[in-house]
């Protein structure tokens, strides 16, 4: 699935090169550092164990307790996984496949 054609323009395509162009975990953090307030970093952080855990069968009880993410946010990821761009679903299995290297 390509992504939302209402988010591609000239600027979110610059922000998608910038990121392909890090180059390590230390550079990520930096550039995340300057780009997002600490609370953006953590939701997003949030967002994607939310996934992860989902994707590997944990209710929400275990979900909230584990992150601390509301029901809100654990529905919104569960409706991305189901139903989305498939962005964490691709994200999780190369993940998955760096964790076996």
Do not use: W
């Not at 550079?27 to 855990?53: G, N």
């Not at 275990?62 to 990821?77: F, P, Q």
């Amino acid at each position: 699935m390509s992504a939302n054609p209402k988010l591609k323009d000239e600027l979110t395509d610059q922000l998608c090169k910038a990121v392909l162009l890090l180059k390590d975990t230390e550079e990520c953090y930096q550039f995340f550092e300057d780009i997002c307030t600490i609370s953006e970093i953590k939701a997003l952080a949030q967002r994607l164990e939310v996934a992860r855990m989902l994707r590997d069968g944990h209710t929400y009880d275990d979900i909230v307790d584990r992150t601390g993410a509301s029901t809100a946010t654990i529905s919104r990821v569960k409706r991305c996984l189901n139903y989305g761009a498939d962005g964490y679903k691709s994200i999780l299995e190369r993940l998955d496949e760096q964790k076996k290297k």
